[in-house]
Every structure is written in structure tokens, then in C-alpha cells.
T-cell receptor, first 115, second 115 residues
Framework: AQKVTQAQTEISVVEKEDVTLDCVYE???????LFWYKQPPSGELVFLIR??????QNEISGRYSWNFQKSTSSFNFTITASQVVDSAVYFC????????????FGSGTRLSIRP | EPEVTQTPSHQVTQMGQEVILRCVPI?????FYWYRQILGQKVEFLVS????????KSEIFDDQFSVERPDGSNFTLKIRSTKLEDSAMYFC?????????????FGDGTRLSIL
């Protein structure tokens, strides 16, 4: 099967807390790409990051960081010092090489940051 | 920064009517996609389009659906006889390649409501 699982349906934290969104993927391909998208209340999909299966280096972009672990098929996303504007639904997604062009999305995690 | 444009932002249609959702992809992009998101659920792939033909489609994309690139700039999704369950947000996306080397860029979506 080719799928993405986001076990956390909803997370609520107080502003300034750190929060980690989990993502576990499944694919039979050895080459694949992983993504995170943000969907704010306004509804659009905002691209955050893309990672290929050969690059396990973790990435940091400001308050955002991503931890890619092939051994556990996980691609977790951490927001440090969360802010109210981070409130959104976050989708983890996968493109397997054999199915290039079709993004497979997880079910999303709704993140609420309370002031 | 160039962006994918979708019109209308909200479409209300009577069940059984035909509806056309319009998208203007980014001008130098060659790959085009439609995705659907039923309210509160994950984003699902519908169809990809390259070189004036469908390159891949999901099981959702049945005979009621069709896509067309009628001119050099528009990319449309037509639903022939709408059903209540077609109510969803429809996202258009475009890319310079099949999505492996460069991320797909998403429009802001068209919310389709079937009455």
C-alpha cells in the first residue's frame, strides 16, 4: 500500500509551546518524496517543505523543523515557540516515484494554538 | 510570485446540473492536476494532465468528470451531472515537472456546493 498516516487528528497547545506533528508513511518505492502542507482557516494549501527519500538530513526553517527517519518511515514536523498564526490543518503527503504526479495526502492534523 | 488562479471561489449549483471549474495554471508549467477535499476530510487526487491528455486518474474520476485545456492558459474540470456528494473544495495545481523535482503549486480552491 502507498499511504500516509497522521494519527493525531487534533492538537491544542498554548502559545509559545513547542509542538510536534507526527507523520508515518508507507510505500513500496525506494524513491519517493515527502511533503508538508499547511491549510489555514481560509482554505488554501500552502507548501512548506519537500524532501526526497535519499536525503535524511533534518531541516530547520525559522521556527519550523522536520525530522525524517527512514528506519521508522516517519517525517515529523516540529513548530518551536508556537504562535496563534500557526493554527491550521497540517497535511503530510507522499509522492512515490512509481506514481509520480499523484500526491497522496494524510488525513491532516488540526493544530490550535491558544493565546 | 506567479500563482495558480481558480475561479469562481464559490460555486452553488442544483443537483443534476453541469458545472465547470476553471483554473489558470502558472504560465510555464506543463503538468496540471485536480484534487478534491470533502469538508473536514483529506485532500484526494482526481486527475493529472500532461501534453493534452490525462496521464493518471483516480477511481473518483469517473465518466461524470472530464478535464480540458481549451486554450493555452485555462485548465477546466467539468462535472456533467452533479450529485450531492460532489460538494467539496476543488483544488487545481500545476508544476514544471511531474512533481518529483519541483513541488506542485496549488490554487486557493473552488468551493462547490450542490443543492
Amino acid at each position: 500500500a502507498q499511504k500516509v498516516t497522521q494519527a493525531q487528528t487534533e492538537i491544542s497547545v498554548v502559545e509559545k509551546e513547542d509542538v510536534t506533528l507526527d507523520c508515518v508513511y508507507e510505500t513500496r518505492d525506494t524513491t519517493y518524496y515527502l511533503f508538508w502542507y499547511k491549510q489555514p482557516p481560509s482554505g488554501e494549501l500552502v507548501f512548506l517543505i519537500r524532501r526526497n527519500s535519499f536525503d535524511e538530513q533534518n531541516e530547520i526553517s525559522g521556527r519550523y523543523s522536520w525530522n525524517f527517519q527512514k528506519s521508522t518511515s516517519s517525517f515529523n514536523f516540529t513548530i518551536t515557540a508556537s504562535q496563534v498564526v500557526d493554527s491550521a490543518v497540517y497535511f503530510c503527503a507522499l509522492i512515490p516515484y512509481s506514481s509520480a504526479s499523484k500526491i497522496i495526502f494524510g488525513s491532516g492534523t488540526r493544530l490550535s494554538i491558544r493565546p | 510570485e506567479p500563482e495558480v488562479t481558480q475561479t469562481p471561489s464559490h460555486q452553488v449549483t442544483q443537483m443534476g446540473q453541469e458545472v465547470i471549474l476553471r483554473c489558470v495554471p502558472i504560465s510555464n508549467h506543463l503538468y496540471f492536476y485536480w484534487y478534491r477535499q470533502i469538508l473536514g476530510q483529506k485532500v484526494e487526487f482526481l486527475v493529472s494532465f500532461y501534453n493534452n491528455e490525462i496521464s493518471e486518474k483516480s477511481e473518483i474520476f469517473d465518466d461524470q468528470f472530464s478535464v480540458e485545456r481549451p486554450d493555452g492558459s485555462n485548465f477546466t474540470l467539468k462535472i456533467r451531472s452533479t450529485k450531492l456528494e460532489d460538494s467539496a473544495m476543488y483544488f487545481c495545481a500545476s508544476g514544471t515537472d511531474s512533481g518529483l523535482e519541483q513541488p506542485q503549486h496549488f490554487g486557493d480552491g473552488t468551493r462547490l456546493s450542490i443543492l
